[in-house]
């Protein structure tokens, strides 16, 4: 079990009595199972992100060994493991396509260097002849197949680069490696891939000792608290409550909503909680949408709040005056509305109110390039996406200046993940939404790498933060003169993404990694109100007497 408040948690379930034991990784950076494997001789191997080790869990003894680190600092997120005909355990990680393997019986690591060039997830199998087959991820998915003996390297079968193709390398029935691809289907043999017409299905998922399957029963709800067991050869099945103790789990975003109720969002596993200041109390309110990861941007209209989510820039819609039951008919509440296109994946912004419709800018999905713009019309129901708008950069900031019939769009260099970036800096421009045009693109004068938040001062004047190779700048925009009208150097680490907004005495108030300060435009003074090294890492909204935010799972107040 991932988290991010402690290291990840592996739990041991009798299925006769349902009794539970846990033991949890001592190292709080080994938050996430992203591999895992269990060996012939019944223990399990982990391979912990961001931490970058490989743990050996064995249920005979319930003892969790860290065995070391995996290929650090180039691999931090293991990928995938398989064992060899020798008992070799074969990690491929994200970060550099990094292959390397660990003997038990040595205790011992190799690095087998990167297995590609450019892309940065490496998936091994293990396959004919003592070959491994690495199934190479994002931006060009293909298989390198991979000799240990004599250091052979070859890409074997389709490279696909057409954008919206696809490819995935797995293990068959039969046991063999095959590759279903949208450039031809393969089986492997070795160092070479034999078209094929008819690909035969996946291995068979593991069972229990008597043949029984098991999965979370309450998997679609993301609870993770009760056990399916099904018989085999029956639809019979039977449910085990399934006890442990987590720390927390990491929250990705906060927001006042329509009823001056604080709601945010839980990563891994997407939780949607709502806060009520004036008692206090803390709600987990469940899933909102049909996305898994975490709630990236909220905006409120006409009394419902919006949230859109990743992965898939998933868009929902709650009104909190109405009863609380998530679906995607027409009557739920919140209700599933859909992806907001094809590409967006990461909606890092929102903004709600232009021509009616709520609009997002996002960081496109995996191995992509060019992040859109967005918008959702509620009463025609309908989507629509600038695709290109932003070339091979992202839509990463949203502002509105009503007064000019503009949005003001900050960007970011980055595409996808799993991609390098294709342009050098970030810039600001100006749509006009109802001519469907921009009408003014410019670079900072500074280089920056992402104009990471935005909000409008008065009817022409934008406030913003951007990131700089050495920390974070804020800047004053003014969109009748089209000019950056100042530029100042943050204080104490790096600006948060969207962390600034509006103060009730006029003042423009922010978080960086390191503080809390405010910006006073008339004077172009940055003051620092609080700071604390690495205290903040997602800001809230100001209410009342201060100012939320986040420390991993824990919502916090500042009060001055």
Same mark, same amino acid.
């Given at each position: 079990m991932g988290q991010q408040a402690a290291g990840f948690t592996v739990v041991k379930i009798d299925p006769a009595t349902g009794t539970t034991s846990q033991v949890t990784s001592s190292d709080p950076t080994a938050n996430f199972p992203t591999g895992a494997l269990r060996t012939r001789d019944g223990r399990i191997y982990v391979g912990a992100a961001y931490a970058g080790h490989l743990y050996r869990y064995d249920p005979a003894t319930e003892r969790l060994d860290d065995l070391g680190a995996i290929n650090l600092p180039d691999d931090t997120f293991p990928c995938n493991m398989d064992e060899d005909a020798d008992g070799v355990i074969w990690i491929g990680c994200y970060g550099s396509a990094g292959l390397t393997s660990y003997d038990p019986a040595a205790d011992a690591f190799t690095r087998h260097g990167r297995m590609?060039?450019?892309?940065?997830?490496?998936y091994p199998h293990v396959g004919a002849g003592g070959t491994i087959?690495?199934?190479?991820?994002?931006?060009?998915?293909? +298989?390198?197949?991979?000799?240990?003996?004599?250091?052979?390297?070859e890409t074997v079968g389709t490279v696909v680069t057409e954008d919206g193709g696809s490819l995935n390398l797995?293990?068959?029935?039969?046991?063999?490696?095959?590759?279903?691809?949208?450039?031809?289907?393969?089986?492997?043999?070795g160092f070479e891939a034999e078209p094929v017409d008819d690909l035969p299905d996946s291995a068979p998922p593991?069972?229990?000792?008597?043949?029984?399957?098991?999965?979370?029963?309450?998997?679609?709800?993301?609870?993770?608290?009760?056990?399916?067991?099904?018989?085999?050869?029956?639809n019979r099945m039977r449910t085990l409550p399934v006890a442990y103790e987590s720390s927390g789990s990491e929250i990705f975003l906060v927001h006042r909503g329509p009823d001056d109720n604080l709601y945010g969002s839980s990563i891994l596993p997407l939780h949607f909680f709502r806060h009520d200041p004036s008692t206090g109390a803390m709600d987990d309110l469940g899933i909102c949408t049909t996305a898994t990861g975490e709630a990236y941007s909220m905006a409120n209209m006409d009394g419902k709040l919006y949230i859109c989510s990743y992965p898939g820039a998933v868009l929902s819609v709650y009104d909190p005056a109405r009863p609380y039951h998530f679906g995607k008919d027409t009557g739920s509440n919140p209700r599933d509305l859909g992806r907001m296109d094809e590409i967006s994946y990461r909606p890092r912004s929102m903004v709600a109110?232009?021509?009616?419709?709520?609009?997002?800018?996002?960081?496109?999905? #995996?191995?992509?390039?060019?992040?859109?713009?967005?918008? #959702?019309?509620?009463?025609?129901?309908?989507?629509?996406t600038y695709r290109d708008i932003a070339g091979d950069a992202s839509c990463w900031s949203l502002a509105w200046l009503e007064a000019h019939g503009l949005l003001a769009v900050g960007t970011t260099i980055d595409?996808?993940?799993?991609?390098?970036?294709? +342009?050098?800096?970030?810039?600001?421009?100006?749509?006009?939404?109802?001519?469907?045009?921009?009408?003014?693109?410019?670079?900072?004068?500074v280089e920056v790498t992402a104009v990471n938040a935005l909000v409008v001062m008065d009817g022409s004047l934008l406030c913003g933060t951007a990131r700089v190779e050495s920390?974070?700048?804020?800047? +004053?925009?003014?969109?009748?003169?089209?000019r950056f009208v100042h530029l100042a150097s943050l204080p104490g680490g790096r600006a948060l993404d969207g962390g600034i907004q509006n103060g009730p005495?006029?003042?423009? #108030?922010?978080?960086?990694?390191?503080?809390? #300060?405010r910006f006073d435009s008339a004077a172009g003074v940055v003051t620092t109100i609080l700071e604390a090294p690495t205290a903040f890492q997602t800001p809230g909204p100001m209410y009342g007497d201060g100012v939320y935010f986040t420390k991993k799972h824990e919502l916090k107040k500042l009060v001055f």
């Open positions: 590609d060039e450019t892309d940065m997830y490496c087959a690495c199934h190479i991820r994002m931006t060009r998915p293909h +298989v390198v197949v991979y000799d240990p003996a004599s250091g052979r390297r797995y293990r068959a029935g039969d046991g063999q490696l095959y590759i279903r691809s949208t450039a031809g289907d393969y089986r492997l043999n593991p069972t229990l000792s008597d043949g029984s399957t098991a999965d979370f029963a309450d998997r679609a709800i993301q609870m993770f608290r009760e056990m399916a067991i099904t018989q085999p050869g029956s109110g232009p021509l009616g419709r709520v609009w997002t800018a996002s960081v496109p999905n #995996y191995g992509m390039w060019g992040g859109p713009l967005s918008w #959702y019309d509620p009463v025609a129901d309908a989507f629509g595409g996808g993940t799993g991609t390098q970036p294709r +342009v050098d800096q970030a810039s600001l421009f100006l749509w006009d939404y109802e001519k469907e045009e921009k009408v003014w693109e410019g670079r900072l004068p920390g974070s700048i804020l800047f +004053v925009f003014d969109a009748d003169d089209r005495d006029g003042g423009i #108030y922010g978080f960086t990694t390191d503080c809390f #300060y």
